[in-house]
């Protein structure tokens, strides 16, 4: 007999074994076994709640995005720039963690050929760029082109962190465009 209520405790732990397994990896070339062994578990047990490393992986990143989104809005309660608020969002701790960062990296790679993760990526990248642009309104004479060049930005610093740790600082880049774009 299944223990009641178990069932969401164990997906956030092999959710959150995932994104350690592949940050100690640095990529998706993890065994279930060992994301389930992770998380205090079998393997069996792991492929019960997901039926497979695609979809532990893609939970992983629904769980990283909420995270994300957690932080943006945290970040616009305590100031009136938007567009601030998101660039330091994307650079907060929880969302730029060495883990955090190799899944992203890994999640980029897995949208080539996982419908359900280039799903996912798509919405991400279309509800930042809306986000971005929106808030960017009356600052700067194209606000979509602002928004998708920050976009990219962001993307760039996650990719040179995942390559030789370039830390947190990217966000006073990003943050550094954002003033000039402003200006334009």
Known sequence: MPKLGMEPIRRAALVKATIAEVGDAGSLDV?????AKRAGMSSALAHHYFGGKD???VAAMRQILTDYRKEVISALRDTDDRAAAIVTASFAQSCFAPGVVAAWMTFYGQAQTNP???HLLRLY?????????????GQT?????AA??????????YLRAASDRVGTAGADRVLALLN???RA
């Open 148 to 157: 998708d060049t920050l976009a990219a930005m962001i993307d760039g610093i």
């Open 141 to 145: 004479p194209d606000p979509a082109g």
């Open 116 to 118: 359900d993760a280039l």
């Open 125 to 137: 990248q279309r509800r930042l760029r809306s986000n971005l642009t929106h808030a960017l309104r």
């Open 55 to 57: 979809q532990i992986f």
């Open 31 to 35: 065994s279930v076994s060992r994301i």
């Open 180 to 182: 000039l774009l402003r």
